[in-house]
């Protein structure tokens, strides 16, 4: 892979959680081509495998761990696994998180024959969503922002989304643990500023992966009326390609281009967010 500029992570070591996805197994990539030993977290040791052998085969330094970012003795026991195999934890990227079919309506706007309306959304769909989202946001770093305050200082990279600026519809427990999300990293860079770490978020625009396919794409592959609006309200008019989120990951991962970057939520959307609609 290539990297759109060079920052000098080695001797760094990096935490990525749900590593083994698409977004993620991108910046684990990038990471390791930038010299950090990457240490892929993800609830599929499957997935996680395959992307830091993948790392390995092209002559980085990666090590897969299975890890449920909701069970905190399970980071615990990772934190601890990664620091002794792999020298330390100088950067986390809090990557696992996404949305639920349960937590998900039928229609954009409420009518009396929507199928599953805001009114069948159930307290264990959004649960499910809001703990991913911010629980699986705060644990890792309780977990690896602890050692981080004993080393001198690290880094952290949040997800956050689109939804956390204005919320999208059907799918409003994502639209808010996301906004949950941008609000937590604020929080963290201004608690954590004095322990020399930083906190910041990207905020992917449009990318198709496996959580939001069925969202925009039918069975046959014909795009879905929600991806033509989508696409309207993008000035840049297409989704965008998981390699355009490397830029603004490294620039935030690289002490020296963003040393003074503190609780930024930074958009990588093709201008969605920036449009009016007029
Ligand atoms: N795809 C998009 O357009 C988009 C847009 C904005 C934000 N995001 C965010 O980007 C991040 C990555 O999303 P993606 O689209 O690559 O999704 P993905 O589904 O491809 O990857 C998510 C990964 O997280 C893992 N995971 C799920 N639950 C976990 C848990 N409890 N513990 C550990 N790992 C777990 C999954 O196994 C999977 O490998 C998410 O936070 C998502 O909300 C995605």
């Known amino acids: 892979m290539s990297v759109p500029f060079e920052p000098n992570l080695k001797g760094k070591v990096a935490v ?54 909701l069970k905190k003795e399970e980071l615990i026991a990772v934190r601890d696994r990664v620091c002794a195999e792999l020298g330390g934890a100088d950067i986390l990227i809090n990557g696992a998180g996404g949305n639920s079919p349960k937590a998900t309506t039928d229609c954009e706007y409420y009518t009396e024959n929507c199928e599953k309306s805001f009114f069948d959304l159930t307290p264990e769909g959004f649960s499910f969503v809001f703990d991913l989202n911010i629980l699986g946001t705060l644990l890792p770093t309780q977990v690896f922002a602890e050692r981080m305050a004993c080393t001198g200082g690290g880094c952290i990279v949040n997800v956050s989304s689109m939804n956390a600026f204005r919320p999208l519809t059907k799918i409003p427990a994502y639209s808010a643990a996301k906004a949950g999300v941008s609000n937590l990293t604020m929080w963290l860079a201004t608690h954590f500023a004095g322990a020399g770490i930083r906190v910041n978020a990207i905020a992917p625009g449009f990318f198709v992966t496996k959580q939001n396919k069925d969202l925009l794409f039918d069975k046959d592959g014909t795009p879905t009326p929600r991806t033509h609006k989508i696409l309207a309200a993008t000035p840049m008019g297409r989704f965008g390609k998981p390699e355009e989120l490397v830029g603004a990951l490294l620039f935030l991962c690289d002490g020296n281009a963003s040393s003074f970057v503190n609780g930024v939520v930074l958009p990588v959307d093709g201008g969605f967010s920036a449009y009016s609609g007029v």
């Open 16 to 69: 990525i959680t749900g590593g083994g996805g698409v977004l993620c197994s991108v910046f684990a990539g990038a990471l390791a081509e930038c010299g950090a030993s990457v240490a892929v977290l993800d609830l599929s040791l499957p997935a996680a495998e395959s992307v830091a052998a993948g790392i390995r085969e092209r002559g980085g330094t990666a090590a897969a761990y299975a890890c449920n970012v």
